[in-house]
């Protein structure tokens, strides 16, 4: 199983960017499909954006679909970019990894198929 450390968050003001880093230990992320969720206090965990490698495949929330993009850096590696962050967006991060084989249209938002966590990064965006 990977393991997942998240690193890059902190506090900005309205309209700055900030770039989350999700770094794997134990495996590489060439054999999984990495999400990102986010939790604010006393609301629910919501998927952010997720992608597959293996498949090319990329999804977004509709809240920050056009402002957030995932990329990686190399196979032990992935980002969260974030621009024009509105106070909405302050929430802990957190980075997600699945097995691959289990990723599809289906699965991409699912958090409970997302096998190994971060510990999470604090992102709070004032106004």
């Known amino acids: 199983q990977v393991q997942l450390v998240e690193s890059g968050g902190g506090l900005v003001q309205a309209g700055d960017s900030l770039r989350l880093s999700c770094a794997a230990s134990?495996?590489?992320?060439?054999?999984?499909?990495t999400a990102w969720f986010r939790q604010a206090p006393g609301k629910e965990r919501e998927f952010v954006g997720s992608?597959?490698?293996?498949?090319?495949?990329t999804y977004y929330a509709r809240s920050v679909e056009g402002r957030f993009r995932i990329s990686r850096d190399n196979i032990n590696t992935v980002n969260l970019q974030m621009n024009s962050l509105k106070p909405d967006d302050t929430a802990v991060y957190y980075c997600a990894a699945m097995d691959g084989g289990k990723y599809s249209s289906e699965t991409y938002d699912h958090g409970p198929e997302y096998e190994s966590w971060g510990q999470g990064t604090q992102v709070t965006v004032s106004s």
């Open positions: 992608t597959s490698w293996t498949f090319g495949s």
């Open positions: 134990g495996r590489t992320f060439e054999a999984y499909a």
